[in-house]
């Protein structure tokens, strides 16, 4: 193997972004901290899963990762480039994103082929019949064949609409793919086929994907590691397996206790998080999870909790050895 | 004696176009929980509006029977219904800011639901606002009282509206999708929380969610909604462990399950999406996504009983 291909998909070192929100007339101005001091790296072919709650920086991590924001700290490279340094011509090749409400910047007027043939517009070197037959590839490639491409996005249901994205972010063939929860707008019934065709794809275009969600179990379903953010840190991150059978983090705990399964009579159990909410714009000090943490000791609202290192991550917090 | 909400055949139309629920027919008995699942635009929500008499206007409602502690809801005009609503049967919405007014506190509309039914103090209730606010796990709510909804988060919200439905003590509450926009951690402490009052209050409650690990968890009683039809109907365990519709069965096939599949096996799914149903529709509502659809379809579609209290609506035999 040469050394190129062994480089990771997505590397992240350090990585900040904070946001200053205005405090209207009369409030002070507040800084939001969206991310902070994130560090991770996606093998080729591999699947980072990105879960947490609202607010906790996902989206802004997927937005930082293509390019769209830059980072006020640290580097991030795709396929050992980095990001800022591309032209966007060169990141729309390497790297596209699949988003929940992908038409809602849209104009309604466009067709689904202009939409999908947008990328391929923009990069200005393909011909009008190289278009043509790309698009209409990809279509049917998404489960989206004949005069489907001729509709509009209005005519189309929620599932044809989220197969419109993944052909648009695949048609230049990317190698990386950003999805940030690409289907939690949809029925479980549309999901499960959103999921499958994602799956296939990955598998026979050899793909790597950040996969943003908040839902554990498709997260567990797709992705090959897990990272847990809470309040822009990723406070847990390891193969899916060892996340999900062996979470160490108090917060993975009560993300993966209310999980509720289809399992009749097993209730709905006691997550143990209390009525605080996260505040982005006011990070606790110490460990930022401690007002909610169901095990805090004293130390833990002073003392910043070390990164313990674990096989493909680590966990943050005071308490584990 | 009767249950305490009792639905048959009913039926809602919107403008002779859209026949939005075809005939559904449920029960909620004194202390159950009774979920309504199904995708999107099945009807679940048409079909709570139109028990509470809330339907958008152009909504037209239709039922053999509709009754509420054995009173004819048909028959109630809209002050007998006022009367009833936010009394004996309260209802949550999905997105708390759609019943809260933003412009008046806390303390001042919860305390208003409460002195329009019943005739107390100012003082009684507020002390039962704050008793209710501290039952449903909120901290501090003597501050909560002064403040108003935008100051409070997303799960804070649906809280005061669980407590402020829960002022007058209603007998039936329903509850349409109400933790689909929160996060998960807080899903969970809501339907907890939601479980527990019932159990202690013994509350009639019609759970409304697409979720099927909700309806696992929480429900005694299920009713799987298509097209408008309550397709199948079950106690919880009976129909997880023995689904007879082939939407149910696929449904439950759809549902990723951590450490049930394999992660290179595709989930189940449904082909197709739910369709459009307008007057005049005859036959099966699913035929179109159902792999075991036949001419026989088109036409005529039994009822059936699978085991005492398991019914579903489908030409296969049990
Ligand atoms: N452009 C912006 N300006 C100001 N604040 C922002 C901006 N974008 C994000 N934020 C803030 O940064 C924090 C993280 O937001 P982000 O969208 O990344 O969260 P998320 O984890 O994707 O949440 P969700 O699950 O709701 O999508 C939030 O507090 C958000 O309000
Ligand atoms: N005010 C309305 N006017 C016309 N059609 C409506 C109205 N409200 C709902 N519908 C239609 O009725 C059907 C059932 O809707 P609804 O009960 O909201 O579904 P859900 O099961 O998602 O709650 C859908 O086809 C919907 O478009
Ligand atoms: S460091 Fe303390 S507060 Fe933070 S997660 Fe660990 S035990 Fe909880
Ligand atoms: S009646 Fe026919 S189409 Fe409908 S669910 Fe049964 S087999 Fe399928
Ligand atoms: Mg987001
Ligand atoms: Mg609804």
Redesign the interface.
Known sequence: MTATTTLPAIELKSVGKTFRVSGGILGKDRRVVAVDGVSFAVPPGGVLGVVG??GCGKSTLARLILGLLTPDSGDIAVEGQRIVDMDRKARARLIQPVFQDPFSSLNPLTRIRDIVAMPLQAQGSFSRAEIAKRVDEMLERVGLPGEMGNRLPAEL?G?QRQRVAIARALVLRPRIVVCDEPTSAL???????I??LL??LRRDLGLTYLFIS?????V???ASEVAVMYLGRIVEKKP?QAL?HQPEHPYTK??L???????????????G?????PDPANIPPGCRFHPRCPIAEPRCSTETPPLRPRPGGGVECLLVP | MSALLDVERLEVGFGGRTSAVRGASLTVERGETHCLVGESGCGKSVTALAIMNLLARGGHRTAQRLTFQGEDLLKLDDRGMARLRGNAMAMIFQEPMTSLNPAYTIGSQMTEVMRRHKKVSQRVAIDRAADLLGQVGITAPGLRLGQFPHQLSGGLRQRVMIAMALMCEPQLLIADEPTTALDVTVQAQILRLLAQLQRDLGLGLLLITHDLGIVARIAHRVSVMYAGEVVESAATAQLFADPKHPYTQGLLRCVPVPGKQRQDEPLGSIPGTVPRIGPGFEGCGFRDRCTFADATCAHTVPHQTAAPGHDYLCRLAP
Not at chain 1, 214 to 218: E, F, I, K
Not at chain 1, 257 to 271: I, M, Q, R, W, Y
Not at chain 1, 273 to 277: I, N, P
């Open positions: 709650e609202s249901s599932g029925d479980v019934s549309v999901q499960a086929q999921l499958n799956a296939e908040h839902n554990l179990a498709v567990e379903h797709v899916t999900f009560a993300l206790a209310s999980v509720l399964t289809p399992e009749p009579g097993l209730g709905v159990p006691d997550v998080l209390g009525d605080v909410m």
